[in-house]
C-alpha cells in the first residue's frame, strides 16, 4: 500500500515536473516568437516607410491602395488645371443685378410691340429692338424712351417682312437685320436707319441669330440646317462675300451681288 502511495507520487511528482518543463519551453518560445513578430513588424514599419515616399509618393508594400502625396500640406497644385481654370471662391466677386425698368406693351404704336424677338445695343446704349410682326426696327434710349422707327411691311429696298434678329457693327454704327422666311436675308441700315444693302436671299435659309465681330464680318447661325455662315462687309454697298460655309465637312465659297 505504502509502495503504491509513493509510486503513485512519485508518479504525480514526475507528471509535474514534466508539465512545468513543458510550460517554460512553451514560455520561452512564446517569447522567442513575440521577439520575432516585434522584429518584423519593425523591419516592415522602416520598410513602408521608405517605399510611401520613394519615388515621390509610391503605395506601401503591403498590399494595401497607394497614397498620393501633396505639395506642402495637402491642398491641390499650384500647376494642375482646376486651379488654372478656376480662381478660388474669396477671389470671385458676385455682382447684384438690380431691377432698373421695363417699357414696351401689345400694340402697333410707337413704344409697342407685337411679336418682338430680337435687341440689340449700340455705342451710345440705345436699344434697338426687332419689332418682328410689326415688320419694323425700334429705336429707344438707354431708359426706353422711344427714338424713332424704320422700316414697313414689303421686299422692296428700305422694307422689312418678319424682321427676327439685329445686331451693331461698332465701327460704323450700322444696323444689321435678318429676315425669316420668306425672304430670309439679311439687310443693312445705318445708325439712322437708312437702307444701304440687302443679301443673302439665294444663300440663307432659316436664319434665328446675327452677331458681328471686331473685323465687322458679319455672323449668322440657321437652326434647321445647323451651320454657322460668315459674310464679309466689303465696300462696295451693292456686294457681299458669303465666306465660310460649315455642315458637317463641307467648306465653300462664294461671291454674289
Do not use: W
Not at 440689340?120 to 436699344?127: E, G, K, R, S
Amino acid at each position: 500500500m505504502n509502495s503504491f502511495c509513493f509510486s503513485s507520487n512519485s508518479h504525480h511528482n514526475s507528471s509535474s515536473n514534466s508539465h512545468s518543463s513543458a510550460l517554460n519551453g512553451l514560455s520561452h518560445h512564446h517569447h522567442s516568437a513575440s521577439a520575432l513578430l516585434d522584429l518584423s513588424s519593425k523591419l516592415l514599419n522602416t520598410s513602408n516607410g521608405h517605399g510611401g515616399h520613394h519615388g515621390g509618393g509610391g503605395g506601401h508594400h503591403n498590399g494595401g491602395p497607394p497614397h498620393h502625396h501633396s505639395n506642402g500640406g495637402g491642398g491641390p497644385s499650384s500647376s494642375s488645371p482646376s486651379a488654372m481654370m478656376y480662381p478660388p471662391k474669396s477671389q470671385i466677386k458676385r455682382q447684384k443685378m438690380i431691377y432698373h425698368c421695363k417699357f414696351g406693351e401689345f400694340g402697333v404704336l410707337e413704344g409697342q410691340f407685337t411679336e418682338p424677338s430680337g435687341v440689340a445695343v449700340n455705342a451710345q446704349n440705345d436699344i434697338i429692338v426687332a419689332d418682328t410682326n410689326n415688320h419694323r426696327i425700334q429705336i429707344f434710349d438707354r431708359e426706353g424712351r422711344f427714338k424713332f422707327q424704320f422700316g414697313e411691311c414689303g421686299k422692296r429696298d428700305g422694307q422689312l417682312l418678319y424682321p427676327n434678329r439685329v445686331a451693331v457693327v461698332r465701327q460704323s454704327g450700322d444696323i444689321v437685320v435678318t429676315e425669316r422666311s420668306p425672304t430670309h436675308q439679311v439687310q443693312i441700315y445705318n445708325q439712322y436707319g437708312q437702307f444701304v444693302r440687302k443679301f443673302g436671299a439665294t444663300i440663307l435659309q432659316h436664319p434665328r441669330g446675327v452677331c458681328v465681330d471686331n473685323k465687322g464680318r458679319i455672323v449668322v447661325v440657321e437652326c434647321k440646317v445647323m451651320r454657322v455662315i460668315i459674310f464679309d462687309q466689303v465696300s462696295r454697298p451693292a456686294r457681299g462675300a458669303f465666306v465660310t460655309s460649315k455642315m458637317k465637312t463641307n467648306s465653300n465659297t462664294y461671291h454674289f451681288p
